[in-house]
């Protein structure tokens, strides 16, 4: 009788600690990239995914033809299974793109051309807008500051913001510090981070800011629109050489939109399919950054 209950317990312990739910329930992704839930992408990727912290809601963007309009979906896992995707409710009229959720979970920022002002025309530009959670959902969204960019937001755990921005005349990957509240000037991130002449885009910054991860057609790139690259940041505010992801990463085809998923565990990007607008989502064990970090000796 004490034996079957212990082995009762057991059980009972296993089925409770039973993860298999995560992740939209996909087999877990070893040292080299894997399609992440195609039946759910379909060749639409537009972003990395960005989940809650519990990891029981997903997010993300896609895009299709003609006009390449891109529109945010999520899926929640309801303790069964997970939801067949949806459009965000405070989407759908307007281009809206790249979603990320904070590290606190508090808000969701996102991308998109959706009028700046009551009675403002719809725009033709992006800009950088959140949304707070309210409840199960999301409340109305916010333009954060028309100054700070356009683009691919991420967020440190401090609340620093990295995007695509724009400092002057130019372009290219920026960040912009939290202060009280408020965000302060974008400044342009140095070299080698951006160099002139090359597209240096969809930043995605380490929640402790000690590493970020890029596209890029910098020199060495495989295909003309990107690769993805990563540099380290020490605690000076020193960003080491930029470094390519190399062949297990990048092919001769297009790369972008990297992300980690909220536990540090993987490792997220798209990858060119064959049609316009078509993109595949990959994802792989992260645990290769702590390898290219001490083979680097950073």
């Not at 212990?6 to 995560?22: E, H, P, Q, V």
């Not at 959140?130 to 100054?147: A, F, H, I």
């Not at 909220?262 to 595949?280: C, E, I, L």
């Amino acid at each position: 009788m004490k034996l079957r209950y212990i082995l009762y317990i057991l059980l009972f312990l296993a089925g409770c600690s039973n993860d298999n739910w995560r992740y939209l329930g996909q087999p877990l992704p070893g040292q080299s990239p894997q399609l992440f839930a195609p039946e759910f992408i379909n060749h639409h990727a537009h972003s990395a995914p960005t989940f809650r912290a519990d990891g029981k809601e997903m997010y993300w963007s896609v895009t299709s033809e003609p006009e390449a309009f891109r529109k945010i979906l999520f899926t929640r896992y309801d303790g069964n299974h997970w939801t067949e995707p949806m459009m965000v409710p405070f989407a759908g009229d307007f281009h809206d793109d790249q979603p990320f959720i904070s590290v606190d979970g508090k808000f969701l920022y996102f991308a998109s051309k959706r009028p700046k002002w009551v009675g403002d025309t719809l725009n033709t530009n992006l800009a950088i807008w959140r949304t707070e959670r309210s409840g199960n959902g999301w409340g109305k969204p916010e333009l954060v500051d028309s100054r700070h960019g356009f683009w691919t937001p991420s967020q440190t755990q401090d609340g620093t913001l990295y995007f695509l921005g724009r400092v002057g005349d130019k372009v290219g990957i920026c960040r912009s510090e939290c202060v009280n509240g408020e965000y302060s000037t974008a400044e342009l991130l140095p070299e080698p981070v951006n160099i002139n002449g090359y597209r240096n885009v969809c930043p995605f910054i380490a929640p402790d800011e000690s590493f970020l991860l890029f596209a890029s057609n910098r020199p060495g790139s495989k295909d003309e629109y990107g690769d993805l690259y990563i540099c380290f940041r020490d605690d000076k505010d020193n960003w080491s050489k930029v470094i390519d992801l190399g062949n297990t990463v990048n092919s001769d085809k297009q790369e972008r939109f990297p992300g980690i998923s909220p536990d540090g565990k993987y490792f997220f990007f798209t990858r060119w399919h064959s049609a316009p607008h078509h993109h595949d989502l990959y994802w792989m064990d992260a645990g290769f950054i702590d390898k290219i970090r001490k083979k680097a000796k950073l």
